[in-house]
């Protein structure tokens, strides 16, 4: 069995409401980058509350530039990272920009920010170690292939852009994907 990455236990404030689900039902993971500029931001937009059920929009797994790897949300719970696929999958957020500030600004859509090789590494050794603690765990897949939804553009309603882009194409699929035991979704 692959050796634990070091994990750093930060559980949001709301993670007790989120509802619990069996390890039999999680079989997805969905790559995300934060589009947010640090660690910190993404903590701060994790906490806020967002549904009536006291809860917001977070990861499971957040990764920083360095590698180091912060939990948020216990597996064993449904953490809203991806519409309609939160019972079945396990989010992962790469702290990234993105297209940080102008998510939906139609003349800043690129995503230009490469993915540090500490990053990906931690990436690859939390990605082999998850399946041993969730066997049904085969599939992944980024966040951009399982929202499509296309949205005005915030410059000009006019124009339509792409509501979510992430983990965008500065993201080493093929070097992740050689490297784990899951397979494309």
Same mark, same amino acid.
């Given at each position: 069995?692959?050796?634990?990455?070091? /994990?750093?236990?930060?559980? !949001?404030?709301? #993670?007790?409401?989120?509802?619990? &689900?069996? %390890?039999?039902?999680? =079989?997805?993971?969905?790559?995300?980058?934060?589009?947010?500029?640090?660690?910190?931001?993404?903590?701060?937009?994790?906490?806020?509350?967002?549904?009536?059920?006291?809860?917001?929009?977070?990861?499971?797994?957040?990764?920083?530039?360095?590698?180091?790897?912060?939990?948020?949300?216990?597996?064993?719970?449904?953490?809203?990272?991806?519409?309609? /696929?939160?019972?079945?999958? !396990?989010?992962? #957020?790469?702290?990234?920009?993105? &297209?940080? %500030?102008?998510?939906? =600004?139609?003349?800043?859509?690129?995503?230009?920010?490469?993915?540090?090789?500490?990053?990906?590494?931690?990436?690859?050794?939390?990605?082999?170690?998850?399946?041993?603690?969730?066997?049904?765990?085969?599939?992944?897949?980024?966040?951009?292939?399982?929202?499509?939804?296309?949205?005005?553009?915030?410059?000009?309603?006019?124009?339509?852009?792409?509501?979510?882009?992430?983990?965008?194409?500065?993201?080493?699929?093929?070097?992740?994907?050689?490297?784990?035991?899951?397979?494309?979704?």
């Amino acid at each position: 069995m692959p050796a634990m990455p070091a /994990i750093h236990a930060a559980p !949001l404030p709301y #993670e007790p409401l989120l509802p619990l &689900r069996e %390890p039999a039902a999680i =079989d997805l993971v969905v790559i995300h980058c934060t589009e947010l500029p640090d660690l910190a931001t993404a903590r701060e937009y994790g906490e806020r509350v967002l549904y009536d059920s006291g809860t917001g929009n977070s990861g499971h797994y957040y990764i920083d530039r360095d590698g180091s790897i912060h939990q948020y949300v216990d597996v064993l719970r449904v953490a809203h990272h991806v519409r309609g /696929i939160n019972p079945r999958s !396990l989010g992962i #957020e790469l702290v990234n920009r993105g &297209r940080y %500030p102008h998510w939906l =600004d139609s003349r800043h859509q690129a995503m230009d920010e490469p993915y540090p090789r500490a990053q990906t590494d931690a990436l690859v050794a939390l990605l082999r170690w998850l399946p041993a603690r969730l066997p049904s765990l085969r599939w992944i897949s980024g966040h951009e292939e399982l929202d499509v939804e296309q949205v005005p553009a915030s410059d000009d309603p006019a124009l339509r852009v792409q509501r979510k882009r992430d983990p965008g194409p500065r993201f080493p699929w093929e070097d992740v994907l050689a490297a784990v035991p899951l397979q494309r979704m």
